[in-house]
Every structure is written in structure tokens, then in C-alpha cells.
């Protein structure tokens, strides 16, 4: 069974970083691209970063261009997102999740694109 759990969200002031990461289990993650999505309250779903299987690739949503940093472990079949300069519209619930496959493409910021999601961790940047 397929399971991602994130963590390492928290409260942090506009300015400062954090540091998420996303354990994965139940397959073997170096065949899977893997991503980040976001959602604030009373706004969409948002794609925020995608890493293809091995690392090699990365793709960011133009909103955390330049501040966010994806990487991964495949060693320790874990995901991370540093996020730097943070803002307050960086609230959001970040979700860890698992591509169909093991590249990102131009289409990866489509939820269609992922088949497991983590249940969430919460990220409040306050101003």
C-alpha cells in the first residue's frame, strides 16, 4: 500500500524558511516523478514544484520561482521543499504527492498527473 506522509510545516514569519519533507512508502520511489501542491481557503489547488525520478529535473509554479527549492533522496525515499523568503500567500495546506510516472512534463502542475496524495501539512507565514 502507497503511502506519503509530510512534515515540517509550522508558523513562520514573512521573510523566513522552512523546510518540508515527504516520506514515502509502499513503492519503489526512485520509478516516480513527485511533486507539491498547495491549497489556501477559498482558492484553488495550486502546483507547486515537481521533481522527475531522479532528480534531475525540476519544475516550479512561477509564484515560488527563485524561493522554493525541490529536492529528493531516493536513498531514503524522501521528498523535500525548502521554501526561503516566505510570504504571506504562502499560507496554504502542502501536499506531498506521487506522479503516474517517472517524469514531470510540461503538464505536471495537472492534478490528474499524480495518483497518491499525502494528508497535508499546514504552512502559516504570518506578516
Known amino acids: 500500500q502507497v503511502q506519503v506522509v509530510e512534515s515540517g510545516g509550522g508558523l513562520v514569519q514573512a521573510g523566513g524558511s522552512l523546510r518540508l519533507s515527504c516520506t514515502a512508502s509502499g513503492l519503489t520511489f526512485d520509478d516516480y516523478a513527485m511533486g507539491w501542491f498547495r491549497q489556501a481557503p477559498g482558492r484553488e489547488r495550486e502546483g507547486v514544484s515537481c521533481?522527475?525520478?531522479?532528480?534531475?529535473?525540476?519544475y516550479y509554479a512561477d509564484s515560488v520561482k527563485g524561493r522554493f527549492t525541490i529536492s529528493r533522496d531516493n536513498a531514503k525515499n524522501t521528498l523535500y521543499l525548502q521554501m526561503n523568503s516566505l510570504k504571506p500567500e504562502d499560507t496554504a495546506m502542502y501536499y506531498c504527492?506521487?506522479?503516474?510516472?517517472?517524469?514531470?512534463?510540461?503538464?505536471?502542475?495537472?492534478?490528474?498527473?499524480?495518483?497518491?496524495w499525502g494528508q497535508g501539512t499546514q504552512v502559516t507565514v504570518s506578516s
Open positions: 521533481i522527475n525520478w531522479k532528480g534531475s529535473t525540476t
Open positions: 504527492v506521487k506522479a503516474t510516472d517517472s517524469h514531470c512534463f510540461r503538464s505536471w502542475a495537472g492534478a490528474v498527473r499524480y495518483n497518491y
